[in-house]
């Protein structure tokens, strides 16, 4: 079964941490892997997508990583600020001919001045 | 101009009834998708459409059809509403199935 899992659920850390989110999932045939951030009652908005033969993106003060062997990705995100409190997603696209996505949980972050 | 519109943003309907929600993107994407989010944010795919033909279909009891009338469009109808289907949904669109999604700032639904 394709699963993606988020760890931890929540986090909070005093600004300008350096903090890192993790996402595991079960199967590594796929084809990339996007983070979301996601604020209370608003939609997603993208982060970074990492194709499945990419290594890492970088967007400002975030950098994720992809290791598709071992079916991990981190997202670290750099002097952390308060406007960075969200919820972050993290969607696989497994291997198929519909391309599903699948989200893990989540992870709650806040940051505090 | 938003990427991915969704309408209504509330709805608020008893159970039994039926309802539409309605999604536009205008991105010339071939991709869209309808999540649900539920009350423990959790998100899960519903439908894929690719150039407006279903690609996914989840377990979603046949009271939800979607309709893709043209690519820039995926509505979601719902037949007798019940209290479970009480959620945010989210539309979205891609290029193709490799890329990016955009999503829609959701339609959050209660059924009383």
């Known amino acids: 079964k394709q699963e993606v899992t988020q760890i931890p659920a929540a986090l909070s850390v005093p600004e300008g941490e350096n903090l890192v989110l993790n996402c595991s999932f079960t199967?590594?045939?796929?084809?990339?892997l996007q983070w979301f951030r996601q604020d209370p009652g608003k939609g997603l908005t993208s982060l970074l997508l990492?194709?499945?033969?990419?290594r890492e993106q970088t967007s400002g003060r975030l950098n994720a990583s992809l290791d598709k062997s071992s079916g991990r990705s981190t997202l670290y995100i750099a002097a952390s600020q308060p406007g960075d409190s969200a919820t972050y997603l993290c969607?696989?696209?497994?291997?198929?001919?519909?391309?599903?996505?699948?989200f893990g949980d989540g992870t709650t972050l806040t940051v505090k001045p | 101009d938003t990427a991915v519109s969704q309408t209504p943003k509330y709805l608020v309907t008893q159970m039994g009834n039926d309802k539409s929600i309605k999604c536009e993107q205008n991105?010339?994407?071939?991709?869209m998708y309808w999540y649900k989010q539920d009350s423990k944010k959790f998100l899960k795919i519903m439908f894929s459409?690719?150039?407006?033909?279903?690609?996914i279909n989840e377990t979603v009891p046949n009271r939800f059809s979607p309709k893709s009338p043209d690519k820039a469009h995926l509505n979601l109808h719902i037949n007798s509403l019940e209290l479970g289907d009480s959620a945010v949904y989210f539309c979205?669109?891609?290029?193709?199935?490799?890329?990016?999604?955009?999503f829609g700032a959701g339609t959050r639904l209660s059924v009383l």
């Open positions: 990492i194709q499945s033969s990419q």
């Open positions: 199967d590594s045939a796929i084809y990339n």
């Open positions: 969607a696989v696209k497994f291997l198929g001919p519909a391309g599903k996505s699948t």
């Open positions: 979205a669109s891609s290029q193709d199935i490799r890329d990016i999604q955009y």
């Open positions: 991105l010339g994407h071939d991709t």
């Open positions: 459409y690719n150039n407006k033909e279903l690609i």
